[in-house]
């Protein structure tokens, strides 16, 4: 199996989760796995005692990159990988990892996909999803809160401290990369819709040969 590979990049709160879940959903009648790049988080140890609040964690070295792309590789040759579980609330990875099965749509998520060479270049269908800063900043200070118990004032600082200034140094950026842009979120039907139609197409292309 040589699996087609999607990435699906853009700011942190900007509806990647929910385009992908409705991606997902459309294409209901073809194998899919999901990874998401947040699961390659590095863990905590090492750092070598850091203080969480003085990591960066928006910044692309907080991410095992090369550890994604090598579990790329396999899933594109037909292997299966066991990807990493990260633990956001004591930003450590588990001893527990997650069977990724080889798929015939293999969709890779995160805000820093694109900012990675050797990423870019094993993903055979780029989207961005784009949307409006301050919407962003609230979607993500309710999950944040709600999910990975942070305070308000906590999710606040660490916006104005990393999140903004990074998305602004490389994560806008990587837009010029994507060969889909998708405005006012994951809830755009219309452009799901139209990306699930082009990947049906691809796929029907790569078996046709």
Do not use: C
């Amino acid at each position: 199996m040589n699996s087609l590979v999607i990435g699906i990049a853009g700011g942190s709160g900007s509806g990647k989760t929910s385009f992908t879940k409705n991606l997902v959903r459309l294409l209901a009648d073809h194998s899919t796995a999901v990874i998401p790049h947040d699961a390659y988080y590095r863990d905590i140890a090492t750092y070598g005692g850091v203080a969480p609040e003085a990591i960066n964690f928006d910044h692309p070295s907080a991410l095992e990159s090369s550890l994604l792309v090598d579990h790329l590789e396999q899933l594109k040759a037909g292997r299966g990988v066991r990807r990493p579980v990260y633990e956001f609330a004591t930003h450590r990875r588990s001893q527990e990892t997650v069977a990724v099965e080889p798929a015939a749509v293999v969709i890779v998520e995160g805000i820093l996909i694109f900012t990675e060479v050797r990423l870019r270049a094993l993903m055979d269908l780029r989207i961005f999803v784009d949307v409006d800063a301050d919407e962003r900043v609230l979607r993500r200070i309710r999950r944040d809160v709600a999910e990975r118990g942070r305070s308000v004032d906590s999710v606040v600082r660490q916006y104005t401290d990393s999140v903004k200034p990074m998305h602004l140094q490389f994560v806008e950026p990587s837009k010029q990369w994507a060969d889909v842009i998708v405005p006012r979120g994951g809830e755009n039907e219309a452009a799901v819709e139209l990306v699930a139609a082009r990947v049906r197409t691809m796929i029907a292309a790569a078996k046709e040969g």
